[in-house]
């Protein structure tokens, strides 16, 4: 079985901080996929990260994608109250697998 | 072009009551996921589906849930007997062949 941990649980930080999430597995996944995800509603795909080492950046966000494709982090660099949300990611081998998701709160 | 649209969003059923959960994909989508997700956890694949045909259900339970994604309309994940732990919310998620999963809003289900 395929399984995905992410860290930390939960973070509450004051704006304009830095952050690291990270996502971890003992599987290789053929891509993986970071979601944010708003009380109430469905997730939203934020990006995908397909090639072992791969760093792609959405303004203050920097997705990394490990070189054994088992692991990806997600930078958030000064971060604003608009940020807050619940991240997960998503591994892509025969299906799609969910870590548990890392509950970030930020503060203004 | 419209996302995917899941209805109800919001459903309480009593024990023992049946639960209908219709989830329309995006146009020009044939492919259909259902997922469940309890309170500050990540999503739980429960089946996969396109147009007439089960793909992969393996993540669904055996007894009381069921799952159509019929030629024509929406797809429907159906749960018979309710129980209070089918309490969750239900994401339906929609691609093309090979594509990114898109998601509904969600059907918040509480059983009473």
């Known amino acids: 079985t395929q399984l995905l941990e992410q860290s930390p649980q939960f973070l509450s930080i004051q704006e304009g901080e830095n952050l690291t999430v990270y996502c971890n597995s003992s599987s290789v996944f053929s891509s993986l996929q970071w979601y944010r995800q708003e009380p109430g509603e469905g997730p939203v795909l934020l990006v995908t990260v397909v090639t072992g080492g791969e760093v792609k950046k959405l303004k203050r966000l920097t997705f990394q994608f490990g070189d054994a494709r088992k692991d990806s982090s997600l930078h958030i660099t000064a971060a604003q109250p608009g940020d807050t949300g619940l991240y997960l990611c998503?591994?892509?081998?025969?299906?799609?697998?969910f870590g548990a998701g890392t509950i970030l709160r930020v503060k203004s | 072009n419209a996302g995917v649209m899941q209805n109800p969003r919001h459903l309480v059923r009593r024990r023992g009551q049946e639960a209908r959960l219709r989830c329309s994909p995006m146009?020009?989508?044939?492919?259909v996921y259902w997922y469940r997700q309890l309170p500050e956890e990540g999503l739980k694949f429960m089946v996969y589906l396109q147009k007439e045909n089960i793909i992969d259900e393996s993540g669904m339970p055996k007894e009381r849930f069921s799952a159509e994604f019929p030629k024509e309309g929406p797809s429907i994940l159906r749960i018979q007997q309710v129980v209070r732990g089918d309490s969750a919310a239900y994401f339906c998620a929609s691609s093309p062949l090979l594509g990114t999963q898109y998601f509904g809003p969600g059907t918040r289900l509480l059983v009473l």
């Open positions: 146009k020009g989508h044939s492919h």
């Open positions: 998503a591994g892509e081998g025969n299906k799609l697998v």
